[in-house]
Each structure stands twice: as C-alpha cells, then as structure tokens.
C-alpha cells in the first residue's frame, strides 16, 4: 500500500502530493487525514505529513517508507482534506500550511518531536468491589489496618474519588492505595481533564423574545433556509441595538434542535466574553470557545470537545471557522466587515471565504451579520446573490443617539487646543453629575504620535521602520508600534539642542486631559497597553460595569460589539483619522467605525448623544455616519467603486515582495512585472499592473515592502500564473534574499 502525503518540509514551488510506501505494521493505520512523520529531501530528514489519500499502486517504483504516524487515528476529516485543497489554490500556500491553521497549537511537535499539548489526566480511584463488600472488609480491618478501613468506608459513601481527594481526606499514603488494589477491591485509573476556560458565572435564562420586527426577519431567513442550495449565503443588516443577537439565538436553538452544529465568529477578542457569557446563559455547556487569547492546553481540549460533538456551538475569532463541528448547519459571521477576519501571515485566507467553502461542502447556511456591512457583501445583495434583511428599528423602540458634529477649526480659534471641546467636556460633565456613564474613543494609543524639533525639524524615527515613534508617558519611552524598538527621549533636541515638540494626541494623554479637566472622576483606558495581559477585556469590561466607572477612553476595542445600559454619551476624539489614507477602503472604514461607536450608547431606556469632534464637518462620509444612514453611503460608495473599477466590480491582487536592499527589491518586481504582462498578453488575459508601488509603510524590521497591484476579473488561469510567477522567484538566484506573497484585493 502507498500512501500521497502533503510534506510541511515542501516549500510552495516544490509543494505536490509525495508518494511513500506504508510499512506492513502500519496498514490501516495510516488513512487520509493521518499525521505522519516521513523521511524526505537527500538527506532524509524527518518531517511531518498529512496522508491525503491511499493506493495499492504508486508510479514511482522506489518509495521510501513511512516512518510512523503521529494519531492512532486519523485527525483530520475528508471535508478538511478538501479545504486545504482549496486554501492551496486559493491563497497561494502549501497544503500543509493549510493543514497548520486548522488545528490548534497543541497538536504540532517542539523541536524533540514531543506533541506540545498532551491529555491532561487526574489518577482516580473507584471501587471494584460492590459498596456493601468493601464496608464488610473495612470492619474487618478497623483494628489491624485502619487506614485501609477509612479509605474503604469512604469509597463506599463516594464510589469514585480523585487520589488526592481520598489521600487528602484519610491521611492514607499511596501504599495503602497499592495494597487495597492488590487485593481487588479497588481501582486506580487515569481520567482526562479537561481545560476549559474560566467562564463567568452564568445563570440558563430563556432566549429573549423578539418583537415584531426581529421576528419578520427570523421568518424570512427561515423560509430562505428552507428552499436553500447548499451553501446559501443571507445578508442581516441592521443599526446598532437592534437586536441581531437575538436573532441570531433563535436560529442557533433551531439548528441545534435538528441536531446539527453551528460555529458564530466574532471580529475581536474583546467581543469574547460578552458574546459568551449570553450565550453560554442560552446553551450551556454545548458551547465552546476559540480564539488565541486561550492557552495552549484549553484550545487544544476545547478542540477536542467540538470533535467528540461534546459541544455542538462553537463561538470564536478568525480561527474558529476551521473549527471540526461535525454536520455543520449554519455559520454566523458577525460584524461581517471587519478586517480582522481577514489573516496577515501564511496562509493569508479570509474567514469569510473559508465559511462559504465550508457551507457548500456540508450543506449549511452562512448568516452574515452588520450594523455597516462591508460593500462588496451588499453589492452581492443587491445583485440578489444573497439573501437581504434589515432590521431598521432599535429593539427597545429606543431612538438612535442624537448625534453633533464639532469643528475643531473653531474650537481652536477660541483658544482651545486640547484634544477635548468644550461641548463634549459639558456633556461628560452633565453625564457625571447623573451618574451615568461615558466613552471616548480614539484609534491611537500612546501620549503623542510625533515628537519633532521646533527648531531643526528633528523627527524621532524608528531605526528599523520607515514611521515616526510614539512618545509613551507612562512608560518615559518611545516606542515604534511596528517592530517595538523603544528609546529613552531626550531633554532636547539630539541633533540641535533645541525645544521638542509634541503632536498628535493619543489615550494616554486624553486619559491624563480628563484626570485634569475631571479631578477624582474614575476613568478607565482600554487599548493594546493596558490589556495586554490573557483574559484582561473581561476584567475591564466587568469593572466598568461593576464599579460604575464615569468614563472609559479606549481605541478600537470598544466601539463595537458591546453592551453597556449605563453608557449614553460617546465622543469620537478625531473622526479623521484614517480617512485620508491610500487604501479604496478608508471611507468604508472610517464610516464604519464612527457608526459603530456611535451605537454603543443609548442602548437601554436612558436615551443617548454623540459628539463627533472633526476639522472636516462637511464632509460627507462624516456627515451620513452622524446620521446613521448607511443606505445613502452605500449608494456613494458603490458609484465611487465602480468608477474607480475597485472591488467588487474587479479584483484588486497585490502581489508582495520583501527584502533587506530597496534596489534588489525593485529590480526583481520590475523583472515580475515584464514577466507577467508577457504571460498574460500570450494567453489573452485582460490585466492592469500598476508599480512596483511602496507600501503605506515602506520598510518593517528592516525589510523594505513593495507591490505589484494587479487589476483584473481574478479567473483560475491568472491564479495558475501567478502561482507559476511566485515558483519562479523562489527559484531565481537573483531573488533568493527576497519573499513574494499574493493577497486579493489588497488595498494599502
């Protein structure tokens, strides 16, 4: 018997099914989806592999033999051998790179070959005999062996009882333990434990009920399910409070109650233990949890209950669509336009690719959920590729925040050059005194973005990174948010002696505005520097609840997904930012983001506001965000689209390359660039190539980022050559320093 096996040492340009040949003691064992370690390369070096498939004949007549496999049995199902199949031609990468991203950290080997995570287990003991036996044994023994008795009387009472527990209770040592063993009358076993992480107390409440409206959409997707082809796709738009969740728990309930699975992501670990903690109020122990934030151990016990069908919903980040749920029903994608489902490193998918995949192959309906959703999902919608519905009202019949708009051109002509206007100090003041609650939201961390000399022009610039670093008073340092690299600041200027000048306010130095605009008042900051710690989002978000905080300033972390009662105002501190940049995407950002924040306040009775400080009130994406009115961006952007021939009217490819030297850099893409557009001329294939163009940050660590933008309707053939462009780079000895990656429609 042969087996074909996808090799992790098989880099992309040599990445094929190898043939080897199965050893008789293996037969059997070794099926597709098996981990296996083989020998491979002249050196017959041993690498892992996944058996993709079986034969009783191979065209290769001197194989080499496996080694041994890594499982009893196999891991990975016929429907994920597919999915990396498809991930393979889809996002330019190996199979088994593939392979990696779908099972947690635990399952791979260190360096000794030794698996990282491992059963956990608790040595148990049980009685083997019945209970009234082992009582009449303890009476015989209380005189000459009185240990024994106790440990006897107490299993009688108890049955099964942890090592530790019955050593712990009776004084007994394990002797004592291994003698009533010898004699039969009880049994030591190992049991498995498993890692599950810490949940907050949560009481089974019923699944809330829906008004009117919720319930006109829940028919509606309903009756889609019902006459659906696999893989139907079903678009829920709705303003913030609406009451998507809700709609989302009854589907879920549904599909449970027909016994099939359901996996629901989220965009952010911080959007975890909210969505968990209702859900898990809902379903109980049938949930499960994914995302990088767990360790190691509870990811890889986590998995393993969604494999047994221990738990049938499955609720997590990017990573959880991979995750194993058997009979797949339904998959739910909220907050379906956030970046963050798309991965940055190999291989490069996007989660909500890899959903639709995974519903067409079983047969399941994929829900996708927003209060803005992305473009390219709402053009499908209306091209009625997808199912549509909204959801227009508030759940509560609450009305949407009022919202202001702020110029802080003119609050600069009067004198105020703080990050906060004097309206929204007004109205966080009023707030205070009814001992309601606030958000400021600010996507920057740090004090300040710039420090610069006001005589020379000084800039502290990262050495390793082509950006200015940020000053960190907490800290006393400056720091690159890129590679990390910090530095002490100088008194003055480093090159002239002279003042420095600080720009561009970030958390910190709002937090420290309000501390001294607000003496005494609690505020909370919630970005990438305070909750860096495992699980620290859940312990913020509970004190602020708890402790009734008055103000929380945060970055992007808080302006969506979240659900306070007490929150009815919300300042955006700098609405233009980001909106400017070179990526097609920023106003569909931008709008996004302002419309999200703009929702966390006035959620319950308490009615909200929003102030939305800017030096550009008239411009139109900020003006349709204040007014909540997606529909009308939509109709802007999508014209604006089109024009431009951006996504989704064409694909936008980015073909990346990295390298220590800019001049080998740009010598080896303008060298792809000639290649290409001779291939694609020779086979007919209408492309635009544009650059090579830098990226929006040119060097990272030292590695320069350049980029060839192709503009094109994306079609198997032009994967096929660029797949065959990216193999022969890797094989070029002029670019042997350099990496190539592919990402579609890459936008900055």
């Known amino acids: 018997m042969f087996a074909r096996i996808a090799v992790s040492a098989a880099n992309y340009s040599i990445d094929k099914p190898y043939d080897y040949r199965i050893p008789e003691q293996l037969e059997g064992k070794a099926g597709p989806g098996t981990r296996v370690f083989v020998p491979f390369g002249k050196g017959n070096r041993v690498s892992e592999g996944v058996v993709l498939s079986v034969a009783e004949t191979s065209d290769y007549p001197n194989c080499k033999e496996l080694i041994r496999t890594a499982e009893a049995e196999p891991l990975l199902t016929q429907e994920q051998l597919r999915l990396a199949l498809f991930m393979r031609e889809r996002y330019f990468c190996t199979v088994y790179e593939a392979v990696r991203s779908m099972l947690p950290a635990g399952y791979w080997f260190d360096k000794t070959g030794r698996q990282r995570s491992r ?244 047969g399941a309906f994929l829900l996708l959920g927003s209060a803005t959703p992305d473009i390219g999902s709402r ?116 090159d002239c002696g002279g003042m420095l000048n600080f720009f561009g306010a970030g958390t910190q130095m709002v937090e420290d505005e309000l501390k001294e605009t607000f003496p005494g008042v609690g505020i909370l900051r919630v970005d990438a520097d305070s909750v860096s710690p495992v699980g620290s989002h859940q312990v913020l978000f509970q004190r602020f609840v708890e402790e009734k905080i008055p103000l929380m300033v945060g970055t992007q972390m808080i302006a969506k997904g979240l659900n306070f009662d007490n929150v009815t105002l919300v300042g955006v501190i700098s609405a233009d930012q980001g909106l400017y940049s070179n990526d097609y995407r920023a106003g569909e950002k931008t709008f996004s983001l302002l419309t999200q924040v703009i929702g966390r306040c006035g959620r319950s009775t308490k009615p909200g506001e929003a102030y939305i400080q800017t030096y550009t009130p008239d411009n139109e994406i900020i003006r349709l965000a204040a007014q909540q009115d997606y529909e009308s961006f939509y109709e802007a952007e999508i014209e604006m689209r089109r024009m431009q021939k951006a996504p989704p009217f064409e694909n936008w490819v980015g073909l990346t390359a990295t390298g220590v030297r800019e001049d080998q850099l740009l010598h080896a893409l303008k060298k792809c660039r000639a290649q290409l557009e001779s291939v694609f001329a020779a086979e007919g294939e209408t492309v635009e190539i544009l650059g090579p163009i830098p990226m929006a940050v040119v060097k990272v660590s030292d590695r320069y980022r350049y980029r060839l933008q192709l503009r094109c309707k994306l079609n198997k053939n032009i994967r096929r050559i660029l797949a065959s462009t990216l193999i022969s780079c890797s094989q070029d000895p002029e670019m042997k320093k350099l990496s190539f990656y592919v990402e579609n429609d890459a936008s900055s």
């Open 119 to 362: 059963d956990k287990t608790r040595e148990m003991l049980r009685l083997a005999v019945p209970a009234e036996e082992a009582a009449q044994y303890a009476e015989t023994k209380l005189l000459r062996a009185p240990k024994q008795a106790e440990v006897l009387e107490l299993l009688a009472s108890f049955e099964v009882l942890s090592v530790q527990d019955v050593m712990q209770h009776t004084g007994a040592g394990r002797p004592v333990l291994k003698r009533l063993a010898e004699l039969g009358l009880v049994e030591l076993y190992q049991q498995e434990v498993l890692r599950r992480p810490e949940l907050s107390d949560t009481e089974r409440q019923p699944i809330p009920l829906l008004n009117r409206e919720q319930r006109e959409v829940l028919h509606a997707i309903r009756e889609e399910r019902k006459g659906m082809q696999a893989g139907a796709v079903s678009l829920l738009a709705g303003v913030t409070g609406s009451g998507k969740t809700s709609v989302y728990a009854h589907l879920i309930s549904e599909t449970l109650e027909e016994g099939h699975g359901v996996i629901l992501l989220v965009p952010e670990i911080s959007l975890t233990p909210q969505t968990l903690s209702l859900f898990s109020s809902w379903f109980g122990d049938r949930v499960a949890i994914l995302h990088s934030g767990l360790s190691s151990g509870e990811r890889y016990d986590e998995w393993k209950r969604i494999k047994r069908g221990d738990a049938k919903l499955v609720i997590g980040t990017r990573s959880a669509v991979f995750a194993p749920v058997a009979d797949l029903g339904l998959v739910i994608i909220d907050e379906e336009q956030e970046d963050s489902y798309a991965s940055e490193s190999v291989p490069r998918y996007q989660a909500c690719e890899i959903a639709r995949f995974r519903c067409i192959q079983s």
């Open 379 to 494: 053009y499908l919608a209306q091209q009625r590729e997808y199912g549509y519905h909204r959801l227009n009202h508030r759940y509560n019949e609450q009305p949407l925040p009022a919202v202001h708009i702020v110029d802080m051109k003119q609050e600069l002509l009067q004198g105020n050059s703080s990050s906060l206007s004097k309206s929204l100090r007004d109205a966080i003041l009023e707030r205070i005194e009814r001992n309601e609650q606030s958000i400021l939201f600010l996507n920057r961390r740090g004090t300040n973005k710039l420090v610069t000399c006001g005589t020379c022009g000084y800039i502290y610039r990262c050495p390793h990174c082509s950006v200015s670093m940020t000053w960190h008073a907490n800290r006393r340092r400056m720091i690159c948010h890129y590679c990390g690299t910090s530095r002490y600041l100088d008194s003055r200027c480093p």
